[in-house]
């Protein structure tokens, strides 16, 4: 099992519409949670950034995190064309080993298309 | 600030010949991570810096890549022999670590750069 599954899409809407975007995981010391937004051609873009467990909320784009269920989600209002984009979700540890850094895990994305 | 910069943004060359790809980080930033990304696999991680110095090289794929950090503001990724499997767009990302003992909201996002499109023929 993967430690972060991302269902691949392609998710196509109708504009105005809302958009759910999901990961599990099985890494129950994942402590930071993240969406990043990638355009075709560009490198990923830090979208959302949550710690721990809850919701934050960022203009149209909402994230959700369940740490009971190892379960997130984006959640975009009133979807527009500009949205059309590969969204990924990423994860990490701060294992504070003294290494000094550390890493993030992703999802394999999930291209989003939003047709006017 | 520029971001992160990488180049060439695209590199087309011919099976065992040596490439490099090279990255500057975004000042301030202390460390340093190179990914490749391709449909089949998604992001992966090749290898990532700490204050320049490597600290996970597990994610490179063999002998022929290798990385180097010799400051704090360039990084390199060689691969030789290139091979066709190679092909793929390969990324360096920077961030700000800061332990969360010391600080529990910073936001430990990465920045990436534009990505270099790699084809090995």
């Known amino acids: 099992q993967k430690e972060v599954e991302q269902d691949p899409g392609p998710l196509s809407v109708p504009e105005g519409a809302i958009v759910s975007l999901n990961c599990t995981y099985s890494?129950?010391?994942?402590?930071?949670f993240m969406w990043y937004r990638q355009y075709s051609r560009k490198g990923p873009e830090l979208l959302m950034y949550?710690?721990?467990?809850g919701n934050k909320e960022d203009g149209r784009f909402t994230a959700q995190v369940d740490k009971s269920s190892k379960y997130i989600s984006l959640f975009i209002r009133d979807s527009q064309p500009s949205d059309s984009a590969t969204y990924l979700c990423?994860?990490?540890?701060?294992?504070?080993?003294?290494?000094?850094?550390?890493?993030?895990?992703f999802g394999k994305g999930t291209k989003l298309s939003v047709i006017p | 600030d520029a971001g992160v910069i990488q180049s060439p943004r695209h590199e087309v060359t011919e099976m065992g010949q040596e490439v490099t790809l090279r990255c500057k980080p975004i000042?301030?930033?202390?460390?340093l991570f190179w990914y490749r990304q391709t449909m089949m696999r998604g992001l992966e991680l090749l290898i990532y810096?700490?204050?320049?110095?490597?600290?996970?090289d597990s994610g490179m794929p063999e002998d022929r890549f290798s990385a180097k950090m010799p400051n704090a503001s360039f990084s390199t990724l060689k691969i030789q022999p290139s091979e066709p499997r190679d092909s793929a767009v390969y990324f360096c990302?920077?961030?700000?670590?800061?332990?969360?003992?010391?600080?529990?909201?910073?936001?430990?996002?990465?920045?990436f750069g534009s990505g270099t499109r790699l084809t090995v023929v």
């Open positions: 810096f700490n204050n320049n110095v490597p600290i996970d």
């Open positions: 890494n129950s010391a994942f402590q930071y």
């Open positions: 990423a994860m990490g540890i701060d294992r504070d080993s003294g290494a000094g850094s550390y890493q993030l895990t």
């Open positions: 990302a920077s961030s700000l670590y800061i332990s969360p003992r010391k600080h529990v909201s910073a936001n430990y996002g990465y920045t």
């Open positions: 000042s301030g930033h202390n460390s």
């Open positions: 949550t710690y721990s467990s």
